[in-house]
């Protein structure tokens, strides 16, 4: 199939309009099951209205080519009509986790200037916290309120009856604005990654050479929208091939991830290492019973994947697990283990087509096969971000020598296989989810007995990575069970609960260096019972 019609490059077309246009109308597109396990189809050709709906909603608010709006919402069949039919407008659409505290909304819509925001009832209230904050927001269009409560609170279904079905997207070229993900990293605020709508060409690349879908395949991705696996390989790239998706709207729960494998006959599943580790401490009998002769693979991303993991299913499942790494920035796979490549074990595997991988140092020296250094990619791939939102000089920091520095280590085998070793900053991967330790201080220190904080990853056998947090009280303060109880529930609330620290620990000073920045390779190396190195730069 010619995936690019005429030059029409519109991401939100090519999964929609297109797909009906190849004859796949009347094929269900979306198959939504509800946290209460209510079944609900969506073809192509009502993916199309819907999102055509969506789009004249925005047309008719004053939305047009370039303005950014969000959603922030917990899974729904709302999350995939307004993100294409966003798209389809040309406005860049960003995606939020709904368990985002309001310090995170507002870091986000504020720096990305956000006009308007898709969100449910029971989070309007984190939004209007910090709404006076937030001066270009224009609409909060809130899903699940059935009239208009103001000139800017409106109801989405309201909003919705009264739009066209009728929308054709304007032809839209590859360097288009599309996707905007934040990303945090070891210092400063969250850091907005900018896609183009030409990254559909690497994501439905990678979605057939790695993940092997074909219109036949029903695909169930079980990564939350928030985050680019989201919608990147659970809109995008399946859409684009006329694929079925499966999305389910609970939480995680052993029998009914495998009931829903079962009964709606998933070929090709994409999760994270840290459910499958969830999955492995279950017991056996969870899956004994379990049909999965319809399952062809299984994929995994967003952290290293344990050998262990790999071994439990292949034994348990009858299925290798494929890991794939990729990024934010990267907006596509970039590297993968994938079916008739033999897998290794804790590799991250192998480049895909069109990726140019290197181990380099940090003065640009590329190295030889096992010695550990930068991960690198030579720049060029369709779906690599164009820019951080308002951050150009931090973005050009990214690109030396000619390659993108991703911020992580890694090594290369003789035979090409990559390994991962770490990441060359402090930003925490726990369950998948790159963490600021930065954000996570701010909001400690907003507390009134907390002096000072430090915010590590320690290693952990479920997350990956939990989060750590170093506190020093004001003397006139002790710790308590109460104190904990307040410093978990306000770092959930300001951050986010995949922020909350799993670990508090009351210190008597926090290291930092001369310059007043925060030592937390010496925090770590003290958890851990290591060498802390070289500390001649130690504030005394």
């Known amino acids: 199939m010619n995936l690019i019609v005429n030059e029409q490059y519109n991401i939100g077309h ?20 509800s946290a209460h396990h209510e079944k609900t189809d969506y073809s192509f050709v009502e993916l199309d209205r819907e999102s055509n709906r969506f789009a004249n909603v925005l047309q008719g608010l ?5 303005d950014i709006f969000f959603t922030f919402l917990p899974k729904a069949p709302e999350q995939f009509f307004s993100f294409l039919g966003g798209l389809k407008l040309q406005v860049i659409c960003g995606t939020l986790f709904s368990s985002f505290g309001e310090d995170a909304i507002l870091d986000r819509l504020g720096d990305a200037g956000a006009k308007g925001i898709v969100t449910k009832k029971s989070l309007v209230k984190k939004i209007l916290r910090v709404r006076d904050q937030l001066p ?35 032809l839209t070229s590859a360097d288009t604005p599309s996707v905007l993900h934040y990303t945090s990293g070891s210092t400063g605020k969250p850091k907005g990654v900018l896609h183009v709508h030409g ?21 169930w991705c079980t990564a939350d929208q928030g985050w680019v696996t989201g919608t990147s390989y659970g809109i995008i790239a399946p859409w684009t091939l006329g694929v079925t998706q499966l999305h389910y709207g609970g939480g995680y729960n052993a029998k009914t991830w495998f009931d829903l494998l079962e009964q709606e006959s998933v070929t090709i599943w994409y999760s994270a290492p840290t459910a499958l580790r969830m999955l492995l401490q279950e017991d056996d009998d969870v899956f004994s019973g379990c049909d999965l002769s319809q399952l062809r693979h299984i994929f995994s991303v967003g952290e290293p994947l344990n050998p262990e993991v790999i071994a439990w299913a292949e034994r348990v499942l009858g ?18 283990n994938r079916p008739g490549v ?44 164009v820019t951080y939102l ?12 000619g390659y993108y520095f991703t911020g992580d280590t890694a090594l290369r085998d003789q035979d090409g296989y990559y390994w991962f070793k770490g990441r060359s900053d402090d930003v925490i991967n726990t369950a998948g989810h790159l963490i600021s330790p930065f954000e996570i201080e701010s909001a400690l220190l907003e507390i009134d007995e907390v002096a000072e904080s430090g915010v590590i990853g320690a290693p952990d056998d479920l997350l990956y990575e939990k989060v750590v947090a170093f506190v020093c009280l004001h003397s006139r303060f002790e710790y308590s069970k109460q104190l904990e109880l307040k410093i978990r529930l306000h770092v959930s609330n300001k951050a986010s609960s995949i922020a909350t620290p799993q670990e ?16 937390r390779r010496v925090l770590k190396a003290l958890y851990l019972g290591e060498d802390a190195g070289d500390i001649s730069t130690l504030e005394t």
């Open 319 to 336: 299925h290798t697990v494929y890991d794939t790494w990729f990024q934010t920035e990267t907006g596509g796979i970039m590297i993968s």
């Open 14 to 33: 090519i999964c929609t309009r297109q797909q009906c246009d190849l004859g796949f109308g009347p094929k269900t597109a979306l198959r939504w099951v």
């Open 342 to 385: 033999t897998v290794r074990p804790g590799s991250m595997g192998i480049p895909v087509a069109g990726v140019e991988a290197a181990i380099i140092t940090d003065d640009g020296t590329v190295l030889g096969d096992g010695e550990q250094g930068n991960l690198c990619l030579k720049p060029g791939w369709p779906s690599m971000f």
């Open 504 to 519: 508090i620990i009351v210190v008597d000073s926090i290291p930092k260096n001369k310059s007043g920045k925060i030592m």
């Open 136 to 170: 270009k927001l224009q609409y909060i269009i809130v899903t699940d309120i059935e009239e208009h409560q103001s000139a800017d609170i409106l109801s989405f279904w309201q909003l919705m009856r009264d739009a066209s079905t009728d929308f054709i997207a304007p």
């Open 390 to 401: 308002n951050n150009t000089a931090v973005y050009g920091q990214k690109f030396r020598s």
């Open 199 to 219: 990254s559909v060409l690497h994501q439905s690349a990678t979605a057939v050479q790695v993940l092997t879908l074909c219109d036949s395949d029903v695909y």
């Open 62 to 66: 004053g939305f047009s080519t370039g």
